[in-house]
């Protein structure tokens, strides 16, 4: 069965700084990867979709990586502000594309 | 469009009571999803449907929840009766196709008293 953990549960930043969230997943047969941001009381935004035979996937001042072989991944977050301020939770599908399961997410407060 | 809509946002009710969760996916995704998150257990993934049919529901917690699409733009969550472990916030959830993005509606948060 498939499992997801995020390191660090919490993380607090001054604003400014470049920071690294991490994924693990125990099976590596996965199909795709997804990093998506909650904001309190909302729903979930995807940030970035990472099919299994991609390294990375870049959008704007985020950077997620994929190592599959290890069962991991790496959302980088540059030059943090406090609107970056959210839960981050990944999430992966499984070889079929027909599995979901989340990780239990990042707290991250980046303050100003 | 006006993206995954869902109703009631909030829900509190009685123990013993049938309370129904209902989502409108974004127009033209194939793909439905309902999920539940709480503190304890985090998001998880109750049933999906593709094209208006379950595809799996094996994280349908017990008889008691119940989920039908009867059409491509309507989809509901019931749970009856109601207890208060299913007191969560209730995310529907829809997509192009299973391995697409998903895109999030804002939540129903229950509780049951």
């Known amino acids: 069965k498939q499992e997801v953990t995020q390191i660090p549960a919490a993380l607090s930043v001054p604003e400014g700084e470049n920071l690294v969230l991490n994924c693990s997943f125990t099976?590596?047969?996965?199909?795709?990867l997804q990093w998506f941001r909650q904001d309190p009381g909302k729903g979930l935004t995807s940030l970035l979709l990472?099919?299994?035979?991609?390294r990375e996937q870049t959008s704007g001042r985020l950077n997620a990586s994929l190592d599959k072989s290890s069962g991991r991944s790496t959302l980088y977050i540059a030059a943090s502000q406090p609107g970056d301020s959210a839960t981050y939770l990944c999430?992966?599908?499984?070889?079929?594309?027909?599995?979901?399961?989340f990780g239990p997410g990042t707290r991250l407060s980046v303050l100003p | 469009d006006a993206g995954v809509i869902q109703s009631p946002r909030h829900e509190v009710t009685e123990m013993g009571q049938e309370v129904t969760l209902r989502c409108k996916p974004i127009?033209?995704?194939?793909?439905l999803f309902w999920y539940r998150q709480t503190m304890m257990r985090g998001l998880e993934l109750l049933i999906y449907?593709?094209?208006?049919?379950?595809?799996?529901d094996s994280g349908m917690p017990e008889d008691r929840f119940s989920a039908k699409m009867p059409n491509a733009s309507f989809s509901t969550l019931k749970i009856q009766p109601s207890e208060p472990r299913d007191s969560a916030v209730y995310f529907c959830?829809?997509?192009?196709?299973?391995?697409?993005?998903?895109?999030f509606g804002p939540g129903t948060r229950l509780t049951v008293l």
């Open positions: 959830a829809s997509s192009y196709i299973a391995t697409d993005t998903q895109y």
């Open positions: 099976d590596s047969a996965i199909y795709n």
């Open positions: 990472i099919q299994s035979s991609q």
């Open positions: 999430a992966v599908n499984d070889n079929y594309g027909q599995n979901f399961v």
């Open positions: 127009s033209g995704h194939d793909y």
């Open positions: 449907f593709n094209n208006n049919v379950p595809i799996d």
